[in-house]
């Protein structure tokens, strides 16, 4: 399966020259812990970075300084790694894994933002994948009571 097909579409973003308290807000508003950062241009968003609610706290809140000066680019997580929609869900598991990062950005096959791929939404495709496996006994029981029958 394409990581594209599992991945969050409605995706929230900022540009790395909206203020943290800015970013912040709008994180409250759309009830997410992470917004993508972008550079915008006439055809799209091109991610930059990852802002997390961690990285307002560590950087911003726990030393005291002032969310309204500083701005999203200055703290933004800018190790950015990025998964193409066409990428393997499992390829990807393991990129994520090696990195150590919970939160994917997805583009398309123009560097564009298309969506957001989360540890979350991986662990929650899993499931489903092992529930269906789990399946396999019950439904070849079944299988066999009616062929003998």
Same mark, same amino acid.
């Given at each position: 399966?394409?990581?594209?097909? /599992?991945?969050?579409?409605?995706?929230?973003?900022?540009?790395? =020259? =909206?203020?943290?308290?800015?970013?912040?807000?709008?994180?409250?508003?759309?009830?997410?812990?992470?917004?993508?950062?972008?550079?915008? =241009?006439?055809?799209?968003?091109?991610?930059?970075?990852?802002?997390?609610?961690?990285? /307002?706290?560590?950087?911003?809140? &726990?030393?005291?300084? *002032? &969310?309204?000066?500083?701005?999203? @680019?200055?703290?933004?997580?800018? *190790?950015?790694?990025? &998964?193409?929609?066409?990428?393997?869900?499992?390829?990807?598991?393991?990129?994520?894994?090696?990195?150590?990062?919970?939160?994917?950005?997805?583009?398309? &096959? =123009?560097?564009?933002?298309?969506? /957001?791929?989360?540890?979350?939404?991986?662990?929650?495709?899993?499931?489903?994948?092992?529930?269906?496996?789990?399946?396999? @006994?019950?439904?070849?029981?079944?299988?066999?009571?009616?062929?003998?029958?």
């Amino acid at each position: 399966m394409h990581i594209g097909e /599992i991945c969050t579409n409605d995706t929230i973003c900022c540009t790395r =020259d =909206d203020t943290v308290q800015a970013a912040a807000m709008l994180m409250r508003r759309h009830h997410v812990g992470d917004l993508v950062v972008v550079d915008a =241009d006439g055809s799209g968003k091109v991610p930059l970075g990852i802002l997390t609610d961690r990285d /307002i706290v560590l950087a911003v809140v &726990a030393p005291g300084l *002032d &969310a309204g000066s500083l701005l999203a @680019g200055d703290i933004m997580s800018d *190790d950015l790694l990025t &998964a193409s929609e066409s990428d393997d869900v499992y390829e990807t598991i393991e990129h994520m894994r090696l990195r150590g990062i919970r939160r994917v950005p997805v583009v398309d &096959a =123009d560097g564009k933002l298309s969506g /957001i791929v989360s540890a979350d939404d991986l662990l929650e495709f899993l499931a489903e994948e092992m529930s269906e496996l789990s399946r396999i @006994g019950s439904w070849q029981q079944s299988r066999e009571r009616r062929t003998r029958q």
